[in-house]
């Protein structure tokens, strides 16, 4: 127990000897500075890319440049560009389909022709025959009566349809039919043209409705229907066709040398648009003319020669000698009357010249409107559409330019070429 006080007595007076050599060593305490830094004012900004506007012209357009907005237009005009395209085939599916109709229904209009001719002209001839054995035998009572009557009820029957065909002249109609199958196929190689000169997609919607136009215009001067939209095969006058939409000079294609044109081609078309204005146009005008009066003096002769024939075959046998005379000759006329109008097709040779003055007419509106194509190009297209060279048309332009400053007539000069 000793022992641990005096321990305890040991440890505490070492404490208080290392507290005492602690306190002897002092170390000064560094004075304390408040040190203040004045804080900088930072303005809150909204760190935004502006877009880019462009002022044209007094008008601010923004454009946004963003990837996202550019792909949505580029969609967008991809999209539109294969609209465009399909609704072009969608126009080339329905002139394929209208070639292919008109060229059918030429066919059977053309049976037409042919079936009607003959039977009209059978017809007649066996009534003119029956009306003379009638005649002949004009004592014989009940029979000579039989035949008359039926002679009489052919005569009508052939009146009725040598009217009809008059009417709607069969052979009119194949002529138009020709030409409009042969027109849808130039639409067609029009339009497949465009599509491959296109083929990138540059087709816009312009040329979209420059097809559908045509094809209406097509619609409109060659009508399918016989009943309401038949064309008037017996006109007041005689009018070109027209087949094609109105046309208007491009401005914004000039003719320039850049292009092919100079003054001298200038001058060259300008000629050529006054031969055919002052002659080629002029004399298919006058030959149409004579076949509408040649046509229509045919149509009305044959109907009032049937007529007539058959109501002078009704007075055969009762004691009048005439009346079988005058049938069987007026039955007999008719039927070479219906053979020159439809087995020489006088229909169709006015149609030709109908549709002859309008290539005319839109070569000259062509000649004055095209602005577009290369002038090489477009005078070697005009010469072979006249059917002659190059240095026969350019001859052909000299001459009318010498006879006009000549004070000669025209014809003279062109004569030799057309």
């Not at 880019?52 to 991809?78: I, T, V, Y």
């Not at 049976?111 to 039977?119: A, E, K, P, R, T």
């Not at 149409?288 to 049937?306: E, M, Q, W, Y």
């Not at 000259?364 to 005078?379: L, N, P, Y």
Request: charged letters at 25%; proline letters at 4%; glycine letters at 6%.
């Amino acid at each position: 127990m000793a022992s641990l006080q005096a321990s305890r007595f040991m440890f505490s007076t070492s404490c208080s000897s290392c507290t005492r050599t602690r306190s002897a060593v002092s170390i000064p305490k560094l004075p304390k500075f408040n040190v203040t830094i004045p804080q900088i004012p930072i303005k809150k900004r909204d760190f935004r890319v502006e877009e880019p506007s462009f002022r044209l012209d007094g008008f601010a357009e923004n454009f946004d440049l963003s990837l996202p907005e550019r792909q949505r237009q580029k969609k967008r005009g991809c999209d539109d560009q294969v609209l465009q395209r399909s609704r072009l085939m969608a126009v080339l599916e329905e002139v394929i389909d209208r070639a292919e109709m008109h060229k059918n229904i030429g066919e059977q209009r053309n049976n037409w022709n042919s079936l009607l001719l003959n039977s009209v002209n059978m017809i007649t001839l066996t009534a003119a025959l029956m009306a003379g054995i009638a005649s002949v035998n004009a004592v014989g009572g009940d029979s000579v009566s039989a035949v008359s009557i039926a002679s009489t009820v052919l005569l009508a029957s052939a009146t009725g349809l040598a009217a009809l065909m008059n009417k709607i002249q069969p052979s009119q109609l194949v002529e138009e039919q020709r030409n409009a199958t042969r027109l849808f196929k130039q639409l067609r190689n029009r339009i497949e043209m465009v599509l491959r000169e296109k083929s990138e997609g540059g087709i816009s919607e312009a040329d979209v409705k420059e097809a559908i136009k045509r094809v209406l215009c097509l619609d409109k001067a060659y009508p399918l229907p016989l009943v309401g939209t038949m064309l008037e095969k017996f006109p007041q006058e005689f009018k070109p066709a027209t087949w094609w939409p109105e046309t208007k000079p491009e401005l914004s294609h000039p003719r320039t040398e850049d292009n092919g044109w100079n003054s001298e081609l200038e001058m060259e078309m300008r000629e050529v648009v006054e031969v055919i204005k002052s002659r080629d146009a002029e004399e298919y005008e006058k030959l149409g003319n004579v076949a509408l009066k040649l046509n229509r003096v045919l149509a009305i002769s044959g109907p009032v020669l049937t007529g007539i024939a058959a109501v002078s075959s009704g007075f055969i046998g009762h004691d009048s000698g005439l009346a079988g005379v005058v049938a069987t000759t007026c039955a007999s006329l008719a039927a070479v009357v219906n053979t020159l109008e439809h087995g020489g097709q006088v229909g169709m040779v006015f149609e030709m010249y109908r549709n002859s003055a309008g290539f005319f007419s839109l070569l000259e509106e062509t000649i004055k409107t095209e602005r577009t194509e290369d002038g090489q190009v477009f005078e070697t297209k005009v010469a072979l559409k006249l059917g002659r060279s190059l240095s026969e048309l350019r001859d052909l332009a000299r001459r009318s330019s010498l006879s006009r400053l000549q004070g000669s007539a025209i014809d003279e000069c062109a004569s030799k070429l057309f």
